[in-house]
Nanobody, 127 residues
Framework: QVQLVESGGGSVQAGGSLRLSCAVS?????????MGWFRQTPGKEREGVAT???????DYSDSVKGRFTISRDNAKNTAYLQMDSLKPEDTAMYYC????????????????????WGQGTQVTVSS
């Protein structure tokens, strides 16, 4: 059974940095085409933050452009999200997403696509 194992969340003051990691486990069970991060706060829909495709293309939400950087180690089926200049409005539960295909930005999956979600990791930014 494929799992996405997340780590790196926590609490930080505004202006600080955190780095999230997401690894496919077992790493041979799924070959990601699109990997990335979404976030959700209570009462709101889950929104795309940053995603990266196996060819290196990326998507970023406007709210994090210039502050967050997504990267991948394709050999390890692992994705990373470096979050700098954090703001209180970045506070959310962050979820990793991985799909073996995508028909649109932020890992939007079409019919027949295999996709997985991580369990979520909390990021809290205090002012």
């Amino acid at each position: 059974q494929v799992q996405l194992v997340e780590s790196g969340g926590g609490s930080v003051q505004a202006g600080g940095s955190l780095r999230l990691s997401c690894a496919v486990s077992p790493y041979t069970a799924h070959r990601p085409y699109c990997m990335g991060w979404f976030r959700q706060t209570p009462g709101k829909e889950r929104e795309g933050v940053a995603t990266m495709y196996s060819d290196g293309d990326t998507d970023y939400s406007d709210s994090v452009k210039g502050r967050f950087t997504i990267s991948r180690d394709n050999a390890k089926n692992t994705a990373y999200l470096q979050m700098d200049s954090l703001k209180p409005e970045d506070t959310a539960m962050y979820y990793c997403r991985s799909t073996n295909a995508a028909r649109g930005g932020f890992c939007v999956a079409g019919a027949g696509t295999s996709g997985y979600w991580g369990q979520g990791t909390q990021v809290t930014v205090s002012s």
